[in-house]
């Protein structure tokens, strides 16, 4: 049976440190704050908001809310961000995406300071990821992925990882950072040939593929670890992953469920983003 990497003992650790760093800033007058920033009530933001204050409290950092009709203009929803990024009260910023269709998303994008950019979303800070310098912030689901492997000591130097997917939310941003840690990457997609040959060549598997379940045992070899990026809603209402858990469990090494893995971590990664971003402006 798989050890079974759960991601609430994750957030729980992390925020240990992150209760720590508020409350240091706090004794200098700085409250940390983050501003959530969404267009229209689509359900899976409006939870994924919920989830974020419910950290944000736990922390002791602030939250700033700027809710605005789906029919918004461009305009408008730049001099919210212009607003945002010169407000000293706001030290990041989560922007809900994607934005609606009339709305050009680099334009908004560009418009956002990427030490505020606390979700790696800005050229800016995927610059930073690419580089591995200290511009902005990586997309925070890349970087739970790292947390969880990382708390579980699995370590990532000198182990072959495959990355399934090659979004620039999760994929491409995931595969740098764990070059960075001296990972050797390869980055499969849907026009990868015998893409379940590749995947069982990995000895870490990171699965952002987008698609429910997609992912199943003849994937895999014993003795993997297994990461499941995906998040789905099937019908009847319950929650799965990219991975078809079941099937995959018996063979790995360790897995991530879903739900209770690694997005439980992302909402951890987004507040220690804000608090790290007040404490670089605090200097």
């Keep these: 049976m798989a050890r079974i990497l759960k991601g609430k003992d994750v957030a729980d650790a992390m925020m ?3 209760k ?3 409350e240091a800033l706090k004794a200098r007058g700085i409250v940390p704050a983050l501003g959530i920033v969404r267009l229209g009530e689509r359900e899976d933001d409006i939870s994924y908001e919920r989830g974020a204050k419910k950290r944000c409290d736990a922390a002791g950092v602030a939250v700033k809310n700027y809710v605005l009709p789906a029919d918004t203009s461009r305009e408008a929803l730049l001099e919210v961000i212009r607003g945002i990024n010169g407000d000293p009260q706001v030290h990041g910023v989560l922007l809900f995406r994607p934005l609606p269709a009339h709305i050009n998303d680099r334009i908004v994008r560009g418009a956002l300071l990427p030490a505020k950019d606390i979700d790696g979303i800005t050229d800016g800070s995927l610059a930073g990821v690419f580089t591995g310098t200290p511009q902005g912030f990586p997309p925070c689901t890349a970087e739970a992925c790292l947390e969880i492997l990382a708390h579980y000591g699995i370590e990532v130097a000198g182990k072959r ?5 090659r979004s620039l939310v999760i ?5 740098m950072m764990l070059m960075h840690k001296n990972g050797t990457v390869t ?3 849907t026009k990868t040939r015998d893409l379940p040959a590749v995947v069982r060549e990995g000895d870490i598997v990171i699965v952002a593929a ?3 379940e997609s992912i199943g045992k003849d994937h895999f070899r014993e003795g993997q670890v297994v990461v499941d990026v995906g998040i789905h809603v099937k019908d009847g209402g319950a929650l799965c992953g990219d991975v078809k858990f079941a099937e995959v469990e018996p063979l790995a090494a360790a897995i991530t469920p879903v739900p209770g893995g690694v997005g439980t971590v992302t909402t951890a990664v987004l507040v220690r983003h804000v608090i790290e971003a007040a404490k670089a402006a605090a200097g």
């Design 171 to 175: 994929g491409r941003p995931v595969a």
């Design 161 to 165: 990882v495959t990355v399934v997917g």
């Design 187 to 189: 980055i499969c997609h």
């Design 210 to 212: 987008g698609k429910p």
């Design 16 to 18: 240990e440190g992150m």
């Design 20 to 22: 720590r760093d508020t």
